[in-house]
Every structure is written in structure tokens, then in C-alpha cells.
């Protein structure tokens, strides 16, 4: 079965109303310009990462040309019934339409002789079962034939290796299909062939639809050679065209056009190239099952690579500050884990540990079964260090601890005090035991109270009866 190139068959973008003008040196008003983008990612088997950030960047694409947002329908994640749905609409939008454009990404493949496109929760076990589960891509085409707008462009991102595919030939990608009239039908590459989930398409393809002065299939002649150069000719988009009856610009016939928005500079198009390595930098780390001493090198290289992001435009900037509040938290999970310190402390025989709170234990282990002391009190109430130590982490970035305090206490030992709502040390300060470092609070739990472990060598050990409770 093959997992077709879900990433970008953006958005059933048949009718994302493009702007188009005639050859004529007198250019015409724009009519009704409509689109269709549908994006299936959350595939039970298979499931895709790209399709919903390639159906969003399709979307601007179109709007920056000119198509007014309630002209473009989006689709994410639809089932058999709601894709049919969607196209229905779409057909009856695009009658009288001078553009309509459809896009779809996510899983899709050949049998018996026609194109499927999957829907989420499609249950295909044979060949017989896609005309049960599935939806044709030709009956896409036909809503457009019978609507039959100025211009119709179909683009079908959608051909990645899919394990969810059945065909008795086990032939990848997609297969050819007819075009009807005034029609552009577009793959993310050559037919029987698959590509990457990486989002490449959808990006150089919005691209190329921004820039004023090119005809449709010159946009997609040139996406195409883009694609190839980028990947060293394993992915090769085509494009077919049937009886187009005159020449049409999306953004205009010329850098001079009416369409100002669609002005396409050299630096959006460097930024929107930068912006899908970082986003595959990103993507790398994030998914990585290291150490945290490995992923805080790990994001340390990409901050250190990207910088504040800007580099790939204002997408790049916020992923700059997600990657800020991941090193953030790989530093404190360091701290948890590995029992880091600048300072080794006292020898661990030697602690005389002290109560952190006079407040009544309530608990003894955390959610996950783990050792810990959890005092109940009011919000407030002091908290008092358990033993003499350097503060190695003082902060909010641990999921599940709120406000933390991290003291190190000797090669061995920690002592780690959750979910304050004052803190009242920092990082690198040296603390006695006994010594208010915070107040009692309910940042990350939903009570009122002080969660207190103890680590040795980064695991959790029981406090109690080193407290003599």
C-alpha cells in the first residue's frame, strides 16, 4: 500500500478563487474566485505531520493574491461523509466562478484503475472496499466539469507511502488521470512514484503562486523544476493541461499588476526556503527520545544555528521562542535526571535533613507511583530549604511542577520543592538549611501545596523517613 504525498493536497484547492487576467492588454475585473483545501493528517495508521501546516500555508498563498477568506473552504481531518460534503459544496460554489482551485493533502492511491482519496477512519481492507470507504479523485474532477468555471486547478499532494494502502499490483503514488476542459491537474510527483511528508510542494508552490507575471502553467512548470533541483530529481512533479483557451495569471500579468499583496521579493522567497529547514531542525529535536544532556546540546546547536529565527520571516521567529521553552525545560529535566551542580556540596553521609514545611503530609507518592512528600497547607505559607546546597534550578519550565526550586546538596543528593507560588531564591545562590526560599502556592496542580522529593543520583528516593516522618 502506498502512502501518498498527504503533506499538501492542501485543501481541495479547487475553487481557491485565484486571481486571474486575460492576455489582453485592457486586464478584465476579477470574478468570483473560489477553493477547496482539505488536509488529512490524523490517520489511525500512518498518520501524517505536514497536511494542516501545508493547508495554512496554501491558504495565505491565495489570500495574498487576492481570494478573500470566505471564498476558501478548509477541510482538516474529514471523514468519507464530509469529504463528499465538501465537494458537493465546492461544485456548487464554482458554478459561474472564473478560478476554481482545489487542493488536497494527505494519503491516497491507485486500484482498479481509479485514484483514492482517503478519508480519516476509512476501514479498506481489500480493493473492493475503497468504492465503500474511500473518495474518487475523479469525482472531484467531475464536480468541476459540471460547474464548469473559467479555470479549474486540481492539485493532488498526495503521494507518500501509505501503510494503510491495499492493491493487488502494489504499484505506488497515484496513476494518470484526464483533465477535463480549462482544467490544470497537478501531482506532487510523476505518477506510480511517492515523495516525502516534508511539506517541500506546498511551500515552493506558494511561492511560485505569489509571483506576479507568471502563467498558471508556468507556476506549476516552474514549482516543478524547483522541486526536482531541491531533491536531486527523487521527487518530479507533473502537470497536465487540456484545451486552455487563453493565458491565465494569478497574480497578475506583470511585477507592475493589480494585485500589490502578490508582490513576490526575493527575500519572502529566501525566508519561506529557510523557514522549511528550520521547521525540519525543529521537527528532528522534538521528536528525539535523547537524554536531557543531549537535547540540550541538541537545541542549543539549533539556537545557536537559527538564532532568533527571523531569518525565516515571522513563522521562524515564533519557532526561535518554542525551541527557547524546550532548551528551558531539557535544562531543568538535566538538572532532575542527572543530578547536575557547579557545586558538589557536603558528602551525602554528612546531611542532617530538615522538615520543608510544617504543614500535614497528605501524600506520599505523585501520579506516576513515584516517592514524594506532598504538604498540605495554605497558599503562602513559608518554605523552608532541607538541607544546605546551591539552587540549580530555580523556575517554571518542568511540565507538571509549576514553580520549582532544584538545591543540590552533594555529588549525590537533591532536593527538588513544587509548585510555589513565590519564589524567593536563584539560580546559583547558595542556601542554608532552614533557609525560606519560597512560598506555598498551586502553580501546576489544583491545590494548595508543597510537592518535595529527594533525589539520589537523579532518582527519587523516600523522604519520610529521612525527615523522621
Known sequence: MSRFCVSWLLAFVFACGLVFWPTSAQAQPAGKRVALLVGNQAYGVGALRYPAQDVATLRAALMDIGFKPVDIAVLSNGDQRQM??????????????????????????????????????????????????????????????????????????????????????????????DAGSSTVLAFATAPNTTAADDGLYAQVLAAQLRKPGQEILDVFRNTGAEVRARTANRQAPRVSEVDLPTRFYLAGPSAGGHHPQA???????????????????????????????????????FLATWGDGHSAGAAGALLAQRAVAQLTIARSQRVLHSGEARQPGVDSDSISWLRPST??????????????????????????????????????????????????????YLSAYAHHDELLVAENQDVAAGQLIGRMGSTGTDRVMLQFEIRDKGVPIAAGPLLGL
Request: proline letters at 3%; one cysteine or more.
Open 84 to 177: 463528499r460534503r465538501a465537494l458537493a459544496d465546492f461544485g456548487e460554489r464554482s458554478r459561474g466562478a472564473e478560478v476554481a482551485f482545489l487542493y488536497y493533502s494527505g494519503h491516497a492511491t491507485q486500484a482498479r484503475g481509479q485514484n483514492w482519496l482517503i478519508p480519516i477512519g476509512a476501514d479498506i481492507r481489500k480493493e473492493a472496499d475503497y468504492e465503500l470507504e474511500a473518495v474518487s479523485a475523479q469525482a472531484a474532477l467531475t464536480q468541476l466539469q459540471d460547474a464548469a468555471p473559467g479555470l479549474s486547478v486540481v492539485v493532488l499532494d498526495a503521494c507518500r507511502d501509505n501503510p494503510v494502502a491495499v492493491t493487488r499490483s502494489g504499484t505506488k503514488g497515484l496513476g494518470r488521470m
Open 263 to 301: 508582490q513576490q521579493s526575493e527575500r519572502e522567497s529566501q525566508e519561506a526556503a529557510a523557514l522549511l529547514r528550520m521547521q525540519a531542525d525543529y521537527a528532528t529535536l522534538n521528536d528525539s527520545n535523547q537524554a536531557p544532556t543531549q537535547r540540550v546540546e541538541g537545541w542549543e546547536r
Open 359 to 412: 504543614a500535614s503530609v497528605i501524600g506520599r507518592t505523585d501520579a506516576a507511583g513515584r516517592s514524594v512528600l506532598r504538604f498540605g497547607g495554605q497558599r503562602g505559607d513559608p518554605v523552608h530549604a532541607a538541607a544546605s546546597g546551591r539552587v540549580v534550578y530555580a523556575g517554571a519550565g518542568v511540565p507538571g511542577y509549576g514553580k520549582l526550586i532544584v538545591i543540590k546538596h552533594s555529588a549525590r
